[in-house]
């Protein structure tokens, strides 16, 4: 299986900060690595797959980079609606997909 | 406009059967590069992957699970079912089906709003 670790686990940042959350995975991907955000109570939201392509309807504050092992996903502006848990997720082996164990973003 | 909606039992035995049902509308699984996948989340945890069955009926299993796990499709019905053997407490969840198109990758981008699954006696 591929492994994908993220990091922070968890982070605290204000409204209008910038954050970086990032993903590694212990194989090279290529680009085949997607970003998710989960608010309590509710489905996964795709945000960016492909590492850099943002999902339609997805605010522009929203990034990804990278490629092969190691991968970024950025918010440029912390808006009070992002407090959520992020994950990242590997498609490359479609064989087994496996997800990030999470970043929960809070408040400070 | 795709939904997907997941149904079954909210309450199984430890040791039983448990048969998940995927309900979809908005697209074909008869379509070229089209899939449905499950996936679950243990309460307060992070999301596992599961099973994945694509229109040409090839089927991808978690290695962990893969002697538990049976996906099939339906394509008449815009179903797509998921039997888990053997169910134990720690397979409590809320089980999620989520709709995949290739397009530079597969990635989940319609899910439904999962149903959560208690394993007791």
């Known amino acids: 299986d591929i492994q994908m670790t993220q990091s922070p686990s968890s982070l605290s940042a204000s409204v209008g900060d910038r954050v970086t959350i990032t993903c590694r995975a212990s194989?090279?991907?290529?680009?085949?690595l997607n970003w998710y955000q989960q608010k309590p109570g509710k489905a996964p939201k795709l945000l960016i797959y492909?590492?850099?392509s943002l999902q339609s309807g997805v605010p522009s504050r929203f990034s990804g980079s990278g490629s092969g092992t190691d991968f970024t996903l950025t918010i440029s502006s912390l808006q009070p609606e992002d407090f959520a848990t992020y994950y990242c997720?590997?498609?490359?082996?479609?064989?087994?997909?496996?997800f990030g164990q999470g970043t929960r973003l809070e408040i400070k | 406009q795709i939904t997907l909606k997941e149904s079954g039992p909210t309450l199984v035995k430890p040791t039983q059967t448990l048969t998940l049902t995927c309900t979809f509308s908005?697209?074909?699984?008869?379509?070229?590069?089209?899939?449905v996948g499950w996936i679950r989340q243990p309460p307060g945890k992070a999301l596992e992957w599961l099973a994945l069955?694509?229109?040409?009926?090839?089927?991808r299993y978690s290695p962990s699970l893969k002697s538990r796990l049976t996906i099939t499709k339906d394509t008449s019905k815009n179903q797509v079912v998921l039997t888990m053997t053997n169910m134990d407490p720690v397979d409590t969840a809320t089980y999620y089906c989520?709709?995949?198109?290739?397009?530079?990758?597969?990635?989940?981008?319609?899910w439904g709003q999962g149903t959560l699954v208690t394993v007791s006696s």
């Open positions: 989520a709709h995949t198109e290739y397009q530079l990758g597969y990635y989940f981008d319609y």
């Open positions: 492909a590492a850099s």
């Open positions: 997720q590997q498609s490359y082996s479609t064989l087994s997909i496996t």
């Open positions: 908005g697209f074909s699984l008869s379509t070229s590069g089209v899939g």
């Open positions: 069955i694509y229109w040409n009926d090839d089927k």
């Open positions: 194989q090279s991907i290529s680009s085949y």
